[in-house]
């Protein structure tokens, strides 16, 4: 098959749709598919080199609201050359302009800002999404949350989740020891990680609050990612559990792998969530979770089996549940979070669910 992907995100920027794309296209292309993405032009850094996936950069100008007007235009220049089977656009701003109709359309909607147009509602808003979501003949989600549109649409609708490369995100006994000791690490010293941006809707100012709640006395708190929540957060973890957190900053991927294998659960206290791709990476890694029912988060997470959910927004829920998890076997539970993994959540499976979807519209 002849694949274009379009995602105005793409590494080397960070997020979930830009590792979704990257990791998916890559599956894609091993299984012998031929695919171009088309990606937002960098004015800083490269695309992380390939042997197997053509990147078509596009330079959008001027304002925002004319980028899917540039992007169509493009996607027109390159349809003769690139003769794709089926176009797949991720993010809802490819699509304000788009209308080709000489191939099938896939959609996926990835955020969690599709969720606060559903919430705030409004006449223009929803005329808005009736009208984008008309072009679709496939119409994609990473979340249940996600799929549910609140008016009829005529695309063949199919959640399939984010997924990870199992063989990158393993358990690294070495690189347990060597990170231990450069956190300063007991062993007898439970630590739970948190990997994303600090920011509302990631609900990390809840993880720093039930601080205050947990009962493990010995337990540090590792949390890596930035944004304007940082220093609020870093108030309340000195408050209530002072001399065993560290916060690490923004970071990239591959510096981050070697502190899941230092970890022993992960923390995902999110408001809005998706598959979560970082909750997946600590599974593949041999974690137990701790995470809220919202999004796409309960599909990772057998309740008692390779950790808890909790409610959101409730920072006792949450101390209780970490609590709860700290009094389990951790490598019981993180055990059958790799096999989790390894049977529903690898690239490999994530890409011929797709695959088979694009069956469905061509």
Known sequence: MNILMVSMDFPPTVGGIAAHV????????AKGHKVNVVA??????????????????????????????????????????VKPDIIHIHGMGPLEWYNITAVPLVYTNHTSGYLNRIKKGGIRRMALLKRLFK?????????RELLEVPFPITAVQKFIPNGVDSAKYMFDPELRNKFRKKLDLQDNQPMGIL?????????????????????????FLLLIGD???????????YRYIPGRYRMLGAMKHDEIIPYYSAADFSVLPSLMEATSISG???????????????????????????????????????????????SKDLRKLGDHSR???????????IADQTLEAYESVL
């Open 227 to 237: 944004g304007p929540e940082k220093e609020a957060l870093e108030g309340s973890l």
């Open 339 to 349: 096999a989790m993994v390894e049977r529903k959540f690898d690239w490999q499976k």
């Open 280 to 326: 997946l990476e600590a599974m593949a890694s041999g974690l137990p979770l701790v995470g809220t029912r919202v999004g796409g988060i309960p599909e990772l997470i057998e309740d008692g089996k390779n950790g808890f959910l909790c409610e959101p927004a409730n920072e006792k829920d949450l101390a209780e549940k970490i609590d709860l998890l700290l």
């Open 135 to 143: 072009k679709p003949l496939l119409f994609l989600a990473p979340s």
């Open 40 to 81: 937002r032009a960098l004015k800083h850094g490269t695309y992380p080199p390939s042997d197997l996936v053509d990147i078509r950069p596009i330079a959008l100008k001027f304002i925002a609201p004319l980028y899917g007007l540039q992007i169509r235009s493009f996607i027109r220049d390159i349809l003769p050359e």
């Open 22 to 29: 990257y990791e998916l296209s890559h599956a894609m292309a």
């Open 195 to 219: 990997t994303r941006r600090m920011v509302p809707k990631n609900g990390v100012a809840y993880l720093a609050k039930a601080a205050k709640y947990i009962t493990n006395d010995k337990m």
